[in-house]
């Protein structure tokens, strides 16, 4: 039985949009018509002093007292009070679940806007960086190795900054949109790649992870590449595609006995995208994440 963790305060910032809520309405449904086998649990938040792991003082510090605003709001969204204790439930999300994983074979947060933002400062809607944190607490914990892998529409620069001088995370980046695109490093490797080719590349990716010994996964799901996603949609990606997509990453993490923790990072409401279809897209995750049982 999965356990995902989420609490209200995931979606508490003043900040009205997709990655501040969308928790929220995801939670509700899950109230509404429950997934078999999945099972909500609140997580701890992280505090400060744990967020740097990743981020300097200065930058918690501005996030935590909105001075200077510039860097409080360097990633998109209006400062006020309720953004600091927000994001350190739903980071404190994903480490729980990384750990979760690592006990149980599969785990998972509500949890969004991580992989863009970068030590110093936030952005694209990425405050504070739960995938690097999550990694490094599982390193803390005896793994020996971790793979992030992100299918955001968006590419993870942030994520990608952060984790270049730690040889034992490594990051697979496969995206449709070259907003926050990075060279390769020794740590993580970009895919570009258009909707017609989406599936065949993320097999062929995940073939080449084969030859590497991981001892957890954290997977980075985002929605954004739906076709008619307002900020990363791309043609050709439709939501049985996106659904082969969920099939494919835990049935190859079930196959690798791979632990795995995701959570659910892009997917926004607008044009022909509402939060009911926001919400059945990031169901997907969750109904493919609840057929893995770990043998």
Known sequence: MPTIYYSPSYVAAEHAFSTTRKAGWVADSLQQSPIEGILIQPPEPLTCEQLLTVHSNEYVQAVATGIPRSRASSQGFEWGPQLLPAVLASNGGVVAAALQALKAGVSGSLSSGLHHAHRNWGSGFCTFNGLAIAAHRA???????????????????GTAAIIQSEPRIKQVDVSVCEFDEYADTINSTLT????????????RVLAKCEAQTFDLCLYN?????????VQGGVAGVTMPILARREA??????????????????????????DVPTLVALHRLTLQAAAGVLMA
Do not use: Q
Not at 145 to 157: E, F, K, Q, R, W
Not at 248 to 273: E, K, S, T
């Open 221 to 229: 799901a985002g929605m954004d590449p739906f076709k008619d996603d």
């Open 192 to 203: 570009m790649v258009d909707g017609v080719k989406y599936l065949a590349t993320i097999e």
């Open 139 to 157: 390193l803390e914990a005896g793994a020996e190795s971790v793979l992030i892998l992100d299918l955001d529409a968006h590419c993870g620069g």
């Open 248 to 273: 494919l990453v835990f049935d190859w993490c079930r196959r690798r006995h791979l632990p795995v923790a995701f959570v659910l990072a892009g997917g926004y409401v607008g044009g022909n995208v």
